[in-house]
């Protein structure tokens, strides 16, 4: 069992940084792929990013490769998405999860923080 608690949301100016975190609690969390998906109103859910249990490989969303970074910290039982150069398209609530393997398929997910809103304004 794996509980995951994100934050570092809010409000910034299109342009701005933020890096959000997912701390994540039991023993096995270094066992695990991790993965940050978004959902904007009214839309379905979508993958950003994903990272293996090392960190040595990641996988990114192709339209935000090169603005999002994703990386974690084993010692500290925590993930990151380091997201720059925001932009008002990027508001949506952040969750984070963890799976078994790396994917970008919500389905493949075993385990969901409640997520963390962003907002990004013009």
Excluded: H
Excluded at 1 to 29: N, P
Excluded at 79 to 84: A, T
């Amino acid at each position: 069992q794996v509980q995951l608690v994100e934050s570092g949301g809010g409000l910034v100016q299109a342009g701005d940084s933020l890096r959000l975190s997912c701390a994540a609690s039991g023993r096995t969390f270094s066992s695990y792929a991790m993965g940050w998906f978004r959902q904007a109103p009214g839309k379905e859910r979508e993958f950003v990013a994903a990272i293996n249990w090392s960190g040595g490989g990641t996988a990114y969303a192709q339209s935000l490769k090169g603005r999002f970074t994703i990386s974690r910290d084993n010692a500290k039982n925590t993930v990151y998405l380091q997201m720059n150069s925001l932009k008002p398209e990027d508001t949506a609530v952040y969750n984070c999860a963890a799976s078994r393997f790396v994917s970008d398929r919500v389905r493949s997910y075993d385990y969901w923080g409640q997520g963390t809103q962003v907002t990004v304004s013009s």
